[in-house]
């Protein structure tokens, strides 16, 4: 079985992040930038199967700046195979991004195609859903664990409430969830391994994907910041207040 | 509060932009070391120490260490941590391949050592002590050692320990009692009673090798009668498998101010078999060529420790409000401001900064050179990069951990009364940096190394070798106008430091009580000195790049921050001078009866 994990180049989840001061987006000059969390996941996910027996080939692909060639090496180091790098400067939107996908999967045909279900800058969502559409695939969205039956997998999906576990065709598009795994720390063999692997360098024409963005960003403002609480003598105050503003 | 985030930013600028390490990719473990594998590993390193080793840091100092029925027992937590360490293998970083290393520069090996520091230096005494040792046989070890040990150092199944310290002698090694008694054509039985054996015992690793100073019968008194042993916790079989357990345990664990998750052990020998490492009656020789780099680890712990502390106390200078700006509010709409509008606290922020990044660029460039010195195709060149790393190793091991201590209680200071309070973990910090003043030799008997050995040795070769360049750079720089504000006070700091460095010399050899005299107070002129070329080179790279970079607030502040260096701490050197050229009498004077 081969599987393509596609991997994100995102702001370190530990930054505080700030506000442009012209609200175009957010600071990135300067600011430490790591792998999408749920794409480590997507990666650990699918070494898990791997070194089951039950995964041939990894590939990682990213699309983003020539930084993200890093991102796709930390995925190597983890155990992925080889590298696909979408060089691609600006923002990249979901759709564009799923169609990018697309293209790739035509032409490695993957037996499967692992996640992660959003990632942490623009928290979309939108990406794998997308391109199962596309493909015609079947999908299974926010897993939590994945069991590989004779072409089929069954997904335990985090739902509102509860779990619910599916079985799904494959070929198969799957987003994973934060409990589907814990990623492993890359080691220092590894590292020196992976930077003889390969990375294939493309560009969105390549494939023929036009990545004009489709939104237009009007603002981007900080939250509003946290009011001083005031302390409540007593219960009933406490809940008259909750009353007054409207909680209960 | 307790966190930390590695200063990756910082030390890929001192790696690639202050030393370039990419000059030296002819040289074998540079060759592997590009600026993106470089970049790739110490990621992975900070992933490890942000992750793994920060959480069970003050966890680990609550719990301590037990001994149970003759074991010792790490905190919770240790063992996972260690095999996590040791599985990804960062134990083999810059060991040789043939005993299955990674190959790469001690310099990287030292970043990560930094970043663990920082993050959890009890735990960081463990794989220490194994590198140190694993230095130590490859040097000095017969064939057979390295392959039945080393493998097993590099790999981190196995860790060791060095066993010099015994209840009446910690300094004056000469009084060293422990017996070595010939067995067979190969080994010694050992007896006798060690104390202050960090990882004497504990529970992280299958084996423990002891590398220990003992006396030899008939061996003269003093220290040219102490040879070094190895001597295993199990025995080694023939095909690598442990063989049934050595006569060698642990007493009793020591209860301490610090790193208190690392046992300090006081170990017993009874008759256990051991192994000559080098020749009779060079023990000590062995054994110091050991504690070159682990006095550099040392060192670092007080980087470390301080960059830690440092991180924290920005943090809660930006956000505890407290008083107003003494110029007028600079937050209106706050109840207060935040502590960092004001002087004082500006003042010890900006002393652990400046101390903290030029000791990071100064260490790693001394790193660069142990790395120069044992591989540099050119044996001139390896033998200028050893006389410089003999020579810095005392003032890195003591002045770091000086400041070390001296910047983690700035840390805890800008804390306040909070800062004493447990949970805040600055107060652990303080009690951590502690030890570093002590153990490798203390940092009275570093000093005495460099004004009675190091500065004189060879004719002044090894100091010709430091001074030298300083004077090539001030020379260089002098025209640059923008240059001038660094290296002006540098040049008379360091035309000081060459004064006074002639005056010990000279009268150390008449006296040699004012050389010992002067040697705490030469160290710390020397050290800040150093700091001193080092801020320059800094700020002189700093300027080239705000040019053409785009990082222009990170660059500025390495300027900024060089200056304040200049201006506020370098002028120390003044009193130190002064201090010193007193001679050894106001020092001699008052007798003993009458302190
Ligand atoms: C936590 C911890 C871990 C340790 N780990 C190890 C270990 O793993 N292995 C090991 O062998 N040892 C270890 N040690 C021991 C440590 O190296 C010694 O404590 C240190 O060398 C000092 O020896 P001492 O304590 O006997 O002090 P002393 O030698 O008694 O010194 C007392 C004071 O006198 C000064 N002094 C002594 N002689 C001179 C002199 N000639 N000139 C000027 N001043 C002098 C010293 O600087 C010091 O200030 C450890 C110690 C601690 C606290």
């Known amino acids: ?248 | 509060m307790t966190t930390y985030s590695a200063p990756l930013r910082d030390i890929s600028f001192v790696l690639h932009e202050l030393l370039d390490i990419g000059q030296f990719s002819h040289i074998a473990p540079f060759k592997a070391a590009t600026p993106t594998v470089v970049e790739a590993i110490l990621k992975a390193a900070a992933r490890l120490c942000e992750q793994v080793l920060l959480p069970i840091n003050r966890s680990g100092d609550e719990e301590g260490c037990r001994l149970e029925n003759g074991v010792v027992r790490t905190p919770s937590g240790f063992r996972e941590a260690y095999q996590t360490f040791a599985e990804g293998g960062w134990t083999s970083l810059a060991c040789d391949p043939a005993f299955g290393g990674q190959g790469l520069p001690e310099v990287v090996n030292l970043a990560v050592a930094e970043m663990a520091c920082s993050s959890n230096l009890a735990f960081y005494t463990y794989p220490a002590l194994s590198h140190a040792a694993y230095n130590l046989i490859g040097t000095h070890g017969s064939d057979e050692v390295k392959r039945a040990f080393l493998p097993r150092l590099v790999d981190g199944r196995w860790s060791a320990t060095m066993c010099l310290t015994e209840p009446h002698c910690g300094t004056d090694l000469g009084l060293i009692r422990t017996k070595a008694q010939p067995e067979s054509e190969v080994g010694y039985k050992l007896s006798g009673t060690k104390i202050f054996v960090t990882g004497g015992d504990h529970d992280l690793t299958e084996n423990i090798v002891h590398l220990v100073l003992a006396r030899l019968p008939q061996a003269p008194p003093g220290t040219t009668g102490l040879s070094l042993f190895l001597v295993p916790k199990y025995l080694v079989n023939s095909n690598g498998s442990l063989g049934p357990r050595n006569g060698v345990s642990c007493g009793s664990i020591e209860k301490k101010m610090g790193i208190n998750a690392s046992a300090t052990c006081v170990m017993n020998f009874d008759g256990a078999t051991g192994y000559l490492i080098g020749k009779k009656g060079r023990g000590l020789h062995c054994m110091l060529s050991m504690m070159d780099i682990a006095r550099l680890t040392v060192g670092l712990q007080g980087l470390g420790l301080a960059e830690t502390a440092y991180q924290r106390a920005r943090a809660y200078a930006r956000e505890r409000l407290q008083g107003r700006a003494i110029t007028g509010a600079q937050c209106p709409d706050r109840q207060a401001d935040p502590i960092i509008v004001h002087a004082d606290v500006r003042r010890m922020l900006l002393t652990m900064k400046a101390y903290n990044e030029g000791a990071r660029a100064l260490a790693y460039w001394v790193a660069l050179h142990v790395d120069l010195s044992r591989q540099h195709p050119d044996p001139e060149a390896r033998q200028e990069a050893e006389d410089l790393v003999q020579l810095m190793t005392p003032v890195v091991k003591s002045f770091f951990t000086d400041y070390g201590f001296e910047a983690t209680n700035l840390g805890l200071q800008i804390f306040g009364g909070h800062g004493y309070i447990r949970e805040h973990g600055m107060e652990q910090l303080v009690r951590d940096a502690r030890v570093g003043q002590l153990y490798e030799g203390t940092n009275g008997i570093q000093a005495l190394d460099l004004v009675r050995r190091k500065i004189v040795k060879k004719s002044g070769r090894l100091l010709r070798r430091f001074f030298d360049p300083i004077d090539r750079f001030i020379n260089e720089q002098k025209n640059y106008s923008r240059m001038r504000e660094f290296t002006l006070p540098l040049a008379q700091a360091f035309a000081k430091l060459q004064q006074v460095t002639a005056w010990v010399v000279e009268q150390g050899a008449k006296d040699p009580q004012q050389a010992a005299a002067a040697a705490s107070d030469y160290l710390r002129l020397f050290a800040l000195v150093a700091l001193g070329s080092t801020w320059a080179k800094i700020a002189k790279v700093s300027y080239a790049a705000l040019d053409n970079a785009g990082e222009k607030r990170f660059y500025e502040g390495k300027i900024i921050t060089a200056r304040f260096y200049m201006r506020r701490l370098l002028p120390q050197t003044s009193s130190l001078v002064r201090a010193i050229r007193s001679g050894s009498r106001p020092i001699m004077e008052l007798d003993a009866e009458a302190f």
């Open chain 1, 1 to 248: 079985m081969k599987i393509l994990v596609p991997v994100k180049r995102v702001v370190d989840f530990n930054v505080k992040v700030r506000v442009k001061s012209d609200q175009t987006g957010v600071e990135l000059a300067n600011v430490k930038m790591s792998m999408n969390p749920f794409d480590e996941i997507a990666i650990e996910e699918a070494i898990r199967l791997k070194e089951a027996g039950k995964g041939e080939e990894i590939i990682v692909v990213s699309i983003g700046p020539v930084q993200a060639r890093e991102t796709i090496r930390t995925g190597l180091a983890m155990g992925g195979d080889r590298g696909i790098l979408v060089k691609w400067d600006a923002e990249a939107e979901p759709l564009a991004v799923a169609k990018l996908l697309k293209a790739i999967v035509d032409e490695e045909s993957p037996d499967l195609v692992i996640m992660g279900k959003q990632a942490i800058d623009d928290d979309c969502n939108q990406t794998g859903q997308m391109l199962a559409q596309m493909l015609g695939w079947a999908q299974g969205t926010f897993a939590s664990e994945i069991t590989v039956g004779d072409g089929s997998l069954n997904v335990t999906r985090e739902i509102d409430g509860g779990l619910e576990t599916i079985e799904i065709k494959m070929p198969a598009v799957v987003t994973t969830d934060l409990r589907l795994n814990e990623p492993r720390y890359a080691s220092l063999p590894n590292i020196m391994k992976a930077k003889r692997k390969e990375i294939a360098e493309k560009t969105p024409e390549d494939y023929g994907v036009d990545m004009t963005p489709r939104l237009t960003i009007l603002k981007v403002e900080e939250p509003a910041g946290r009011q001083a609480g005031i302390k409540v003598e007593s219960v009933a105050e406490l809940v008259e207040k909750l009353r007054e503003e409207g909680v209960i």
